[in-house]
């Protein structure tokens, strides 16, 4: 969240310069920011709260039908006909996606070695 760190240290640098009683206009100057942002970060009464948006897929209304299915072992292929069947368009490379987000991360490959066969004579 490297957004948020900008953002306190933002937030430090104009509390301690309004601290030292450095006029608006000059700490407006200093990082380029707008005199607003600058304003409401002054005079809030603690740290901000920065948040962060994740937009709504239209998948997410099947989420829990999607992950029932991972789980029995159906590939994302046959989901999107499951999904067709039922009226929901969406793209395959969508489905895809949001699926890799929700199924279960993929296993480790296993024990497996490289096969050393002595020169051929």
């Known amino acids: 969240m490297e957004g948020c760190s900008i953002i306190m240290g933002l937030w430090m640098k104009i509390k301690v310069q309004t601290a ?3 006029p ?5 100057a200093e990082p380029s920011i ?24 239209q ?4 989420a829990e039908r999607i992950r029932e299915r991972l789980e029995a072992g159906v590939p994302a292929a046959q989901l999107a006909g499951d999904l067709a069947w039922r009226g929901i368009t969406v793209a395959y490379p969508m489905l895809r996606a949001f699926a890799r ?7 480790a490959r296993g024990g497996e070695g490289r096969f050393e066969a002595p020169p051929a004579e």
């Open 59 to 62: 998948l997410d209304a099947y």
């Open 101 to 107: 987000k929700l199924g279960p991360p993929k296993a």
């Open 20 to 22: 030292q009683d450095v």
């Open 34 to 57: 707008d005199p607003k942002t600058t304003r409401k970060l002054r005079d809030a009464p603690g740290e901000p709260a920065v948040t962060r948006w994740r937009r709504r897929s």
């Open 24 to 28: 608006l206009t000059r700490i407006v």
